[in-house]
């Protein structure tokens, strides 16, 4: 076991404080938990009160020591001020190499002296420091050498694969040209595309029309020819005409305005015809009075020619016999 023992034997005029812990200069770590102080001028101190330090710590390592970090500056009565020391500036770490001794207080009688053999060793192992600091800069310095010489590659790398992305976006951009003047011309045929089919379409509904009412006219000229039909299949002449006759009376009451052409012709056609049949019926009636009224003067006539006949046939004989 080490152990280290503190002791403060100064002529102190205002009080100061801080803290101590262990501290390893090698791997530059502590090795203890900070362990805070405060020390009163000599003239206020109490005489009771113990004013030693004794860390302990199990390892035999030279590198081992305490880490003092005071949070006010010592002053010396009488105007002496240690470089070890800032009465202006807190000072930040400061090493302290101790050497081995016993629990007991080890009385100083040259306080000064003290100090300055504490200032050397502090500045050999500031120096040490500053060369293991150097060493470790070293060391970074040529980790981030070969750092950034791997950067170095990596970015030549990426360079590379920029310039081949540039030119990917160059032909993209080519490609996205010729993509925009294609949609372009495909927009150009789509608005014709649309403006035929528009008019394809005005033109169907057009001759859908045109269908419907052609498709009404046949329908209406059929119903008509069945009506005819059934006049002309009707028995007898005065049948027929009978029959055309009130055909031609039921189309002229049921004439519309928007009756197509070809029904209304059909529908006048039918009326002369209804009229010339019934003329031509009258005719035949007036025909057949006649006919019967000249068979019946025949008859008459031929009555008479062979009373006639017979006649002159009795004279003729009776004239022979005379003779």
């Keep these: 076991m080490r152990s280290h023992t503190l002791s403060f034997q100064a002529g102190l005029v205002e009080p100061f404080s801080g803290t101590i812990c262990l501290y390893n200069r090698d791997r530059r770590e502590k090795l203890s938990e900070d362990f805070y102080f405060h020390i009163l001028p000599i003239d206020m101190q109490d005489g009771s009160l113990d004013r030693r330090g004794v860390f302990s710590l199990d390892t035999h ?22 470089s070890v020391y800032s009465h202006k500036e807190p000072v930040g770490h400061m090493l302290t190499q101790l050497t081995m001794a016993d629990t007991s207080d080890v009385p100083i009688e040259d306080p000064l002296s003290i100090l300055n053999s504490r200032t050397d060793d502090n500045h050999a ?29 990596k970015l030549s790398a990426m360079m590379d694969e920029v310039n081949s992305l540039k030119k990917e976006l160059e032909q993209t951009r080519g490609l996205l040209d010729e993509s925009q003047m294609n949609c372009a011309h495909l927009e150009n045929c789509l608005h014709e595309a649309i403006e035929e089919a528009r008019t ?19 329908l209406r000229i059929h119903g008509l020819f069945e009506r005819l039909n059934n006049c002309i299949t009707a028995p007898g002449v005065t049948g027929f005409a009978e029959s055309l006759h009130s055909l031609a ?30 003329l031509l019926t009258r005719q035949s009636a007036e025909l ?35 003779k």
């Design 61 to 82: 390592s030279p590198s081992v020591c305490l880490l003092i970090q005071l949070e006010k500056a010592a002053t010396e009565e009488g105007g002496v001020t240690p």
């Design 125 to 153: 192992l500031e120096l040490r420091d500053k060369e293991l600091l150097v060493s470790e800069l070293q060391n970074t310095l040529d980790q981030k050498s070969k750092q950034l010489g791997e950067t170095e590659i």
């Design 200 to 218: 394809n379409k005005c033109s169907a509904d057009r001759r859908a029309v045109e269908y419907d009412a052609l498709r009404s006219s046949a």
């Design 249 to 278: 009376a039921s189309l002229a009451s049921s004439v519309k305005k928007d009756e197509a052409d070809t029904t209304v012709q059909f529908q006048q056609c039918i009326k002369i015809l209804a009229d010339k049949v019934y």
């Design 288 to 322: 057949l009075e006649r006919y019967l009224a000249m068979q019946a003067v025949h008859g008459g006539i031929t009555k008479e020619l062979d009373e006639k006949k017979e006649l002159i046939k009795n004279l003729y004989n009776k004239l022979q016999q005379e």
